[in-house]
């Protein structure tokens, strides 16, 4: 397995241990359906959050958080829809994007609520 593929397991390691710590119960994590992957999904409440996991060990050419497109924005409703269709839940849905900021050791872990809507 490549670093950057260490790193991104690593990545979502990170951020469900935080999600947990927050008080999130993790119903599921690389949820796929047609070409559409779910990080995590995870629950708090009648929430249910759709996360979107992005890692990066540098932030200077672009915010991790503007590298998710369109197109993946549409996946993730896609699989979002599917899911909660198929497990017939009755809950708000919110996208969440978690950025892990990796410098040396240290990891600077951000976690973005609503970070987009689908319409």
Known sequence: MGKHNEFGKEGERLATDFLI??????????YR???????????????????????RSNDQIIPIADTITPKKIRLLVLGADH?????????????DVI????????????HLESAFYHF
């Open 99 to 110: 950025t892990i900021l990796k410098n040396s050791k240290i990891f600077k872990i951000e």
């Open 21 to 30: 710590d927050k008080g999130y119960v993790i119903k599921h994590k690389n």
């Open 83 to 95: 899911y909660v269709t198929s497990n017939q839940l009755d809950v708000e849905v919110r996208f």
């Open 33 to 55: 359906y047609l070409k559409s992957e779910i990080d995590i999904i995870a629950q708090k409440g009648e929430v249910l959050a759709i996360v979107e996991v992005r890692a």
